[in-house]
């Protein structure tokens, strides 16, 4: 009763691609599928509200329920659909029923060829341009990976949680082929713009798909200016600021 289907346009593809991910550690999930549909030419075509928050909103003595929405695009001339959203589920159950929900409107699309999603991969001590990590739901796919020299989780992860690698597991069960794409990141509380960008570049030469990334580069400029402005400003708070402890 909590989740809601809003179809705005009855679509059919087949053999297409699916790019399913949102908002984790560092953003990345969502950075990337927010810069696919800002990057292609996209129609919205439905939309998933879930009702789960424990809180409601209050305007002037009216109250309306917070919903979180989860929204889907197609892409024609790549034939793609890329789904995304602004937070994760926090209730597992919610979680998998976005997942189901999501899946039965691609199946009433047609067939996909490969789901993808991405998300962050946290390396604390990262020294140079972030790495991709990537998994897949069957050997051959692994193989072909490992083929054009992308790195594949072996012993370092054991476990992908939350949406970005549940939504694997119900495409498996679903008998869909699919691949995570994890990108490094060194914080796990800000937005990894390079992050974002390494697991696009990985995703177009899987998919033969150009993608103009430059927006990632200027994102995370901007983010190193903002950050030494920050310092700059504490760096002047503390020189004023007498003795003191703590």
Not at 57 to 85: H, Q, R, S
Not at 189 to 198: M, R, T
Request: aromatic share 8%.
């Amino acid at each position: 009763m909590n989740i809601s289907i809003k179809m705005l346009k009855e679509i059919k593809l087949d053999n297409f691609i699916v790019f399913a991910s949102l908002p984790d550690m560092g953003k990345v999930g969502g950075l990337v599928s927010e810069h696919l549909i800002r990057e292609l030419q996209v129609e919205k075509f439905a939309e998933i509200g879930i009702f789960e928050k424990p809180w409601v909103k209050n305007e002037k003595g009216l109250v309306k329920p917070v919903i979180d929405t989860y929204d889907l695009f197609v892409n024609y001339e790549n034939k793609i659909i890329v789904m995304t959203g602004k937070e994760q589920p926090q209730d597992p159950s919610n979680l998998f029923n976005l997942c189901l929900t999501a899946f039965n409107i691609i199946k009433n699309i047609g067939v996909p060829k490969i789901v993808y999603t991405a998300g962050g991969y946290h390396q604390p001590q990262l020294a140079q341009s972030p790495k991709v990590y990537a998994v897949s739901t069957d050997n051959e796919t692994v193989l072909k990976l490992k083929t054009l020299g992308i790195n594949v989780f072996d012993k370092e992860i054991e476990v992908i949680t939350w949406f970005n690698g549940v939504v694997l597991g119900v495409a498996s069960e679903m008998k869909f082929k699919a691949i995570g794409l994890f990108g490094e990141i060194v914080e796990t509380n800000e937005k990894q713009p390079l992050a974002a960008k390494s697991v696009l570049k990985v995703f177009s030469i899987l998919e033969d798909i150009a993608i103009n990334t430059d927006g990632f580069d200027l994102e995370y400029e901007n983010q190193m200016l903002e950050k030494n402005k920050r310092n700059d400003n504490y760096g002047e708070t503390s020189k004023k600021s007498g003795p003191g402890i703590g």
